[in-house]
């Protein structure tokens, strides 16, 4: 007996050792292939038997996309567990996510971080673009950018992940992406961002105030003492620049991308951008396990925070459900609260960290145009295309004949001529409209869309024609304010 335990023993240090994610095993010199990473993944679901390979989508060019779902019980069964989404690589040639999330993967698979999975269930996604990685572009087999489809959600990459979220509903999820600080205009100035790791929290303002709250006073400080006593550097996600020749922001505010899309449905949802090498290989090591630390830094954070953050979540969401605000901010901007604001860059010339002052720093969002949401909206049954739109979403909807509506509370838009607009920098063509009532409606034509759902602010946001962020918008839904009436009618309260 005492051999056989012994040979066990010995069997499981022999695995262990050679346990190497890909890049390991190169020594940092090749990036991961989707075949490694397919053939790695699996082998940690033998290492280690809390890790369970399912594929989530199959993409343009038929890769299957594999996550991990790691638990130390049954996956989702445990109610008091925090569940995590973390998902990496959307943009194929950014490349240091991916390689960070296969260290991670091995280290769980090795037990390293076991003490999570007490109070957290995980889903890894360690490449949700394998046609982008293998070619290191950003974009996917049909040219398309996943990080700006998740409203329209038409790509099968995007629409297995949410999927996956809709079914399970994570309270935490986070979108792992690289940044390029090396452009010529920083180069002139002499300064350029220099973090390890970017953390972008949610900005929209319709998400949350106390979950925005709770990532800025309690997540943030987290991060960042987290990733400095671990050896790392890390900043608040800085969009634009140079100072003084294009102004700065946190983040954008839009919805279609892998964090606010999530958000918008009050998730505890994040962004991560790892530094980005001179080219997709160099100083692999350094950005890899800088995405790695990073992430078990969230976890960290989780683990500790598990109750409130389940609690928060779940709280934020019923107030969603249960429609208990009815006010969204569909145009909205940044803008700045202070004259300036201090910013740590590296200096190319002197090689060291220097505080500049960053002139008109846009640290805050505000409304520009708020609407009261309605109690639903009624979109036609014979929009195939919208009818494909809100079933990925998981939106929830019934016949409008079934529904209690009172006929003489239904509106429309009349379309009136397009105005232009400047908003987040981005000129925008939006319609000028004019709302009038329904007289005559046939409601068995219609699907009634309630607002007192999970997507409670962001119908208003997909649907308004006057929406920065609307679905029409996009060259696949402008079709809806063609005409003269905007075909998605409004039931008011
Ligand atoms: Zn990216």
Request: one cysteine or more.
């Amino acid at each position: 007996m005492k051999k056989i335990i012994t040979l066990i023993l010995l069997l499981t240090a022999v695995i262990n050792a050679q346990l190497l994610s890909p890049i390991e095993k190169s020594n940092y010199t090749k990036l991961t292939s989707y075949n490694e990473l397919f053939d790695f993944a699996y082998q940690t679901t033998l290492v280690n038997s809390n890790i369970e390979l399912s594929p989530i989508a199959v993409s343009t060019n038929g890769y299957i996309i594999p996550a991990l779902f790691i638990s130390n019980d049954k996956f989702g069964e445990d109610k008091k567990k925090v569940r995590v989404m973390v998902f990496a690589q959307q943009h194929g040639n950014e490349q240091s996510g991916k390689e960070g999330m296969l260290l991670l993967l091995k280290e769980i698979a090795l037990g390293k971080h076991n003490r999570f999975f007490d109070r957290i269930d995980l889903i890894l996604i360690p490449q949700v673009n394998p046609e982008g990685s293998e070619t290191n572009i950003r974009r996917n087999g049909v040219g398309a950018d996943l990080n700006r489809n998740h409203l329209i959600l038409t790509m099968p990459e995007t629409i297995g992940l949410h999927r996956v979220f809709n079914k399970y509903l994570p309270e935490v999820t986070l979108d792992i992406h690289e940044y390029y600080p090396y452009s010529e205009e920083w180069e002139k100035l002499g300064y350029r961002k220099n973090y390890d790791e970017q953390i972008g929290i949610i900005t929209n303002i319709n998400v949350s105030q106390k979950i925005r709250d709770e990532q800025r006073n309690n997540f943030l400080p987290y991060i960042f003492t987290y990733m400095r006593t671990t050896g790392f550097t890390a900043n608040e996600y800085l969009l634009g620049g140079p100072p003084g020749i294009e102004r700065m922001r946190y983040s954008t505010v839009d919805i279609d991308d892998g964090r606010q899309s999530l958000g918008i449905l009050n998730s505890f949802s994040l962004i991560f951008e790892g530094l980005n090498g001179i080219d997709s290989l160099s100083n692999m090591k350094q950005r890899a396990n800088g995405q790695k630390t990073a992430v078990v830094g969230l976890l960290q954070y989780v683990y500790e925070n598990a109750s409130s953050i389940k609690s928060l979540v779940a709280e934020e969401r019923e107030v969603l459900i249960n429609g208990e605000e009815n006010k969204c901010a569909i145009q909205m901007e940044h803008y700045s609260t202070k004259d300036s604001k201090d910013v740590t860059f590296y200096s190319i010339k002197t090689r060291k960290d220097t505080v500049i002052s960053v002139p008109e720093f846009h640290d805050k969002v505000k409304p520009v145009l708020e609407i009261n949401s309605p109690a639903g909206y009624l979109i036609p049954k014979n929009d195939s295309k919208l009818y494909e739109w809100m079933r990925r979403h998981n939106i929830e909807y019934i016949s409008a004949d079934s529904a209690r509506i009172n006929k003489a509370k239904i509106s429309y838009y009349e379309i009136k001529g397009p105005i232009k607009k400047i908003l987040e920098e981005s000129e925008i063509t939006l319609p000028e409209l004019e709302e009038k009532s329904i007289t005559n409606i046939s409601l068995t034509n219609y699907y009634f869309l309630p607002i007192n759902q999970l997507h409670n602010k962001m119908l208003p946001l997909a649907l308004e024609p006057q929406s920065q962020l609307g679905l029409s918008n996009y060259q696949e839904f402008n079709y809806l304010k063609k005409g003269n009436e905007f075909s998605i009618l409004r039931v008011n309260n």
